[in-house]
Every structure is written in structure tokens, then in C-alpha cells.
């Protein structure tokens, strides 16, 4: 098998030139190949062929959006006011930021982790993880949190106040 022939084999190339005939490549919609093998102008042979997509491809082809945002990724408001007039720090923001990102229950303000009947509320340790920071800086900075009313925690777990971060509504 020469170059010419390795690359159209391999898709790189349309044409094939043969000793006196030619194959053309095309394609066409829903994946369908269509290939014409031609000798001077006339159609000798045609086929048209499904093509076989890698198994990466179709599962990123496959990943559809939230249904609950119509399509469009999802995001968080912060409330800048608020910040601004209680003098949070940025560690703050940044842990607060971190930790609503997958790990609030928007209706409540409660800090979870896990899915389905496996929710459970956040703990310490959990934040550490999430954050990688140190026992000592999260604990440090939620006392700062709950200092401003910013967190408040409870038997249930940890809260977060709406007037702070709230869930991004499509537009």
C-alpha cells in the first residue's frame, strides 16, 4: 500500500487516484459515507457506508445540556453589595465561591454532599477537601462567616444565606 492510498484510507485525503480510475469521497449527513469509483467521467462502482465514530467522540457527542437551565450552563449570582458593606474578606468569597459551586441545596441554602438518598451535610473535613486548604483555615474562615452572618450551622449542618449567593436564572 503506497502513501496516497494510506491516507485515503485513513481519511486524510478524498481522491484516490487509481492506474485509470479515480475514487472520490464524500460526506454526506447522519454520518453516511458516499464513495464513487469513476473510469474517465463514468460511474463504475458507488457506495454509500455508515461511518464508525471512536467511542470518545460519540460519548462526548451524546453529553446533552441540564434540562433545568434550557440548555445554557449554569451559574451562581453573588450579591456584591452585601460583601462590600460587611467587609468580607476574599478567602471568604473564594471559600464561599468553592463551596457552592456542586455542594448546595438551593431551595434551603444547605451545604451537602452526595446525590439522590445519599445526601448527607457537609462536614468539616468535606470543605478541607473540597477547598484544599488545612483543618485550621476553613474553621478560621467560617467563624469569620458566621461572625457576619454570611453561614450560620446548626444539628442539620452548615447554611448559607440567600442574600449572599444565590442560583443564576436563565435568561
Known amino acids: 500500500m503506497n502513501k496516497t492510498q494510506l491516507e485515503f484510507f485513513n481519511h486524510e485525503k478524498n481522491i484516490l487516484p487509481l492506474d485509470n480510475m479515480r475514487a472520490i469521497r464524500q460526506e454526506t449527513f447522519n454520518d453516511v459515507e458516499h464513495i464513487v469509483i469513476m473510469m474517465d467521467d463514468i460511474v463504475v462502482f458507488e457506495v454509500f457506508k455508515k461511518i464508525k465514530r471512536d467511542t470518545k ?4 457527542e451524546d453529553k446533552k445540556p441540564p434540562k433545568h437551565t434550557g440548555g445554557k450552563p449554569s451559574y451562581i449570582k453573588i450579591m456584591t453589595d452585601y460583601l462590600s458593606k460587611n467587609d468580607i474578606s476574599i478567602d471568604c468569597i473564594g471559600l464561599l465561591v468553592k463551596l457552592s459551586i456542586k455542594n448546595i441545596t438551593w ?3 444547605k451545604l451537602t454532599r452526595g446525590k439522590g438518598k445519599y445526601i448527607k451535610p457537609l462536614t468539616l473535613d468535606d470543605m478541607c477537601e473540597i477547598a484544599h486548604k488545612s483543618k485550621t483555615y476553613i474553621s478560621d474562615t467560617i467563624k469569620e462567616l458566621k ?3 454570611v453561614i450560620k450551622h446548626d444539628k442539620e449542618g452548615y447554611f448559607i444565606s440567600p442574600t ?8
Open 164 to 171: 449572599v449567593i444565590q442560583k443564576g436564572g436563565v435568561k
Open 107 to 109: 431551595n434551603t441554602g
Open 57 to 60: 467522540e460519540l460519548k462526548e
Open 147 to 149: 461572625k457576619k452572618g
